[in-house]
Every structure is written in C-alpha cells, then in structure tokens.
C-alpha cells in the first residue's frame, strides 16, 4: 500500500506466498532516524516480530510504484527476491546466508542473471528478455513476409512498452500480456530459448479500446493445456499448446463479445466459479 507523503514509508508490498516459517517484505522509504532513504527487501520469522535479513536494492529516490514490485520466493523456499520493472533485482538465501543485489538506478539498470541464482524462480519472468525475444520473433516475421526487406535480427531496438502481465505455465512456458501503447498482444512464451511460440492480437489501442493493467486478467487452464487472456471481464483471447490451436474474437470496444464457446472456455471453470 502507498502511504501518505507525512509518513516515512511511501510504498510497501508484501508477498503474497511464502514458505510457512518466514515472510518477506519490500518497502520503499524516504529515510527516517533509522532508516536511510532507498528501497529495502527484508525477511523476517512468521512468529517473530524481529528481521533476520535485510537487503538494499536501490538508494536514490526512484519513481517506483506497488504494481512495479513483485517478490518471489524459489520452489524450495530457501531464496527469497525482488524484482523491480520486471527484472530480479536482489535475491536473499536464506539457508546459507549469501546474498546477492543489481544496483538499481534506473530502467535500463542491469538485473540479476545468473542462472544459479535464478534457479528455482520458476513463476519469474525478465521482463527485458521476453521485450527482445518478441523483438526478433517480429523480425522474423516480418522477413518471412518480404525477403527482400533489410532486417537485422542483431540491431537492438529500445525496450519500451507500456505494460506486461504473464502467468507461469508448464514446461518453462508463460502467457504473456504486452500492450506496448499501440495493441495488445497475447504471447505463448517459451523462457528456456527465449522464444515465442505463437502469438494473437487481442485489440488495436484507441478511443474506444483505452485499457489499463487493472482490466487484464491473465491464467492457464487447470490442465495446463491453453492459456487464456481476459479483457473487461470477458475472455478475449485462448492458445491451446496442445492442439496447437487458436481462438480469438478481437476487441473493438466494451460491448464486444467475449469467447463463450465451451470448448474453448473448458478448463477456466475456475474464473466464473468466483465470488464477485
């Protein structure tokens, strides 16, 4: 939750699954008598009050926001990180005391990469490394439709965008979510090559098609077989991996219509079984 300018902490996230013995927290904190200003992982005992780890991610005043933080725990509980911007930015190991920090500054700042510390984030995606797989992915693309066209798949193009949401998949897949001011795109993203495997254009931005990070709802279905992409409550695009299929009815306002076809809808049970 933000806080009020009066008050020393300005943003404070805390995760949102954790291994049952600890807890871990981000905040970001203008300074007070006994803490410097700057943005701070810590990780404390569930039945203690006291914190057994801390760690500095960045110490200049950033324009970082609650929906830029996300903390992440490794599959066997003994790591605890912090991305920032979707990039891992600073890891705590809890069972052998070592810790590791990028120094942050701004977006273009270097995250964490090395696979050994990354090992067992299995549900963290660099958000930077999928902008450049989708990159060359449109490359590609577009050499297939004209070979004539002059395209180097080695030039790097600024990573901008406007937003990304993804869910984790089986087999080192995620769903991904871009809309990079201009569409949305929904991408079948395979982490270990750092490849796209499929994509489906979901919407052209405009007056009638003005969406924001709070309306998008992305998942898998429960047997892992299609991920999906819901807009404004209805679900606007499905990759089925396993049929290698696609379905989509593309969004040209609020009014248009979602996919209903069960069929399709079939293993996202779960989503209209929720309480409103």
């Known amino acids: 939750m933000s806080k009020s300018p009066a008050d020393p902490v300005r943003v404070f996230v805390g995760n949102v699954s954790a291994p049952e013995e600890y807890d871990a927290f981000f905040e970001d904190t203008v300074g007070d008598k006994e803490t410097p200003p ?77 696979p050994e510390w990354l090992k067992g984030f299995d549900t963290y995606l660099d958000q930077n490394q999928f902008i450049r797989a989708r990159q060359r992915y449109w490359k590609r693309m577009a050499k297939h439709f004209d070979p004539s066209a002059q395209i180097s798949e080695e030039e790097e193009t600024p990573i901008e965008t406007n937003f990304v949401l993804y869910a984790t998949g089986p087999d080192d897949l995620f769903g991904v979510f871009e809309d990079n001011g201009e569409t949305g795109y929904w991408y079948l993203y395979d982490s270990r090559t750092q490849c796209i495997v499929e994509h489906l254009l979901i919407y052209d931005r405009s007056e009638e098609v003005n969406v924001v990070v709070r309306d998008v709802w992305v998942g898998w279905s429960d047997d892992g077989a299609k991920c999906g992409v819901a807009v404004w409550n209805k679900m606007r695009g499905i990759i089925d991996r396993v049929k290698k299929e696609e379905g989509r009815i593309k969004l040209e306002s609020r009014s248009t219509p979602g996919i209903v076809d069960p069929k399709w809808l079939k293993g996202f049970e779960y989503l209209y079984s929720k309480p409103n």
């Open 38 to 114: 700057g943005g701070y992982l810590y990780v404390k005992k569930r039945d203690a009050e006291e914190v057994i780890r801390h760690l500095a991610i960045y110490k200049l005043p950033l324009e970082v926001k609650e929906g830029d933080i996300e903390i992440l725990w490794s599959s066997d509980g003994k790591k605890c990180g912090v991305s920032v911007w979707g990039r891992m930015r600073g890891i705590i190991n809890i069972a052998d005391g070592r810790e590791i920090s990028a120094p942050l500054a701004d977006h273009d700042s270097p995250a964490i990469t090395d």
